[in-house]
Nanobody
Framework: QVQLVESGGGLVQAGGSLRLSCAAS??????MGWFRQAPGNDREFVAT????????KYANSVKGRFTISRDNAKATVYLQMNSVEPEDSAVYYC?????????????????WGQGTQVTVSS
């Protein structure tokens, strides 16, 4: 059983930065992802990373601004968010796969955190 706990969310001004962390317990050396959901919207893909960090993928809306990384020794995945925009406001969820391969499809992920709120003020 894998448990995921996100942290690092909060209120930030547009143009600022924020770093989200996802601490995992249990067997975690598989692909991980970040998704987000704004009120009234479906959950959408943000970024994913494969088991060793060698492959990353991003949603077009965050490419060049967000960076996903992982430290397997600490069983932690990060999402560095730079140049944030009000449209980035959402609850951000960390997700864990049972595969070593990264995926943009939320159905590929079996484990989910409780989410952390990110609010970007204009």
């Amino acid at each position: 059983q894998v448990q995921l706990v996100e942290s690092g969310g909060g209120l930030v001004q547009a143009g600022g930065s924020l770093r989200l962390s996802c601490a995992a317990s249990g067997r975690t050396n598989n692909a991980m992802g970040w998704f987000r959901q704004a009120p009234g919207n479906d959950r959408e893909f943000v970024a994913t990373i494969n088991w060793n960090g060698g492959v990353t993928k991003y949603a077009n809306s965050v490419k060049g601004r967000f960076t996903i990384s992982r430290d397997n020794a600490k069983a932690t995945v990060y999402l560095q968010m730079n140049s944030v925009e009000p449209e980035d406001s959402a609850v951000y969820y960390c997700a864990g796969s049972r595969s070593i391969y990264s995926s943009t499809d939320p159905t590929a992920y079996f484990y989910w955190g409780q989410g952390t709120q990110v609010t970007v003020s204009s």
